[in-house]
C-alpha cells in the first residue's frame, strides 16, 4: 500500500488548505482513513477519521474547523482546513487502517508540512 500527500504549505492565520491523499495497492472496501500530525517535541495525534462508510471522527480542536471527505472509488481522503491557527502548525501525515483478515493494518503517507504564520 501506498499513500502520496499533497496539498501543505505556508497560509496566515485565518487562511485555508487542502490536503489530498490518493491511497495505492491492496486497498480493501472497508477500512478507515485518517490523517494525523506532528508538531516539533509533541506525539502525534489524531485530527480527523473517516470510514469507508462515511462516519467521522474530529479532534475536539479541529471541530468545526476542518472537513474529511473521502472517495471510495478513488481510495482518495482530503482535509479542508479553515479557519486556520499557529497551533495547527505541524506536519500532517495520512494513515488508512484496515482489517482483512482480522488483523489490523496500518499505512503511513510521508507527511507534507502545514505552517500557519501568525
Known amino acids: 500500500v501506498q499513500l502520496v500527500e499533497s496539498g501543505g504549505g505556508l497560509v496566515p492565520t485565518g487562511g485555508s488548505l487542502r490536503l489530498s491523499c490518493a491511497a495505492s495497492?491492496?486497498?480493501?472496501?472497508?477500512?478507515?482513513m485518517g490523517w494525523y500530525r506532528q508538531a516539533p517535541g509533541k506525539q502525534r495525534e489524531l485530527v480527523a477519521a473517516?470510514?469507508?462508510?462515511?462516519?467521522?471522527n474530529y479532534a475536539d480542536s479541529v471541530e468545526g474547523r476542518f472537513t474529511i471527505s473521502r472517495d471510495n472509488a478513488k481510495n482518495t481522503v482530503w482535509l479542508q482546513m479553515n479557519s486556520l491557527k499557529p497551533e495547527d502548525t505541524a506536519v500532517y501525515y495520512c494513515?488508512?487502517?484496515?482489517?482483512?483478515?482480522?488483523?489490523?493494518?496500518?499505512?503511513w503517507g510521508q507527511g507534507t508540512q502545514v505552517t500557519v504564520s501568525s
Open positions: 494513515n488508512v487502517a484496515q482489517t482483512p483478515d482480522g488483523l489490523r493494518y496500518s499505512y
Open positions: 495497492g491492496s486497498i480493501f472496501s472497508i477500512n478507515i
Open positions: 473517516i470510514t469507508s462508510g462515511g462516519t467521522t
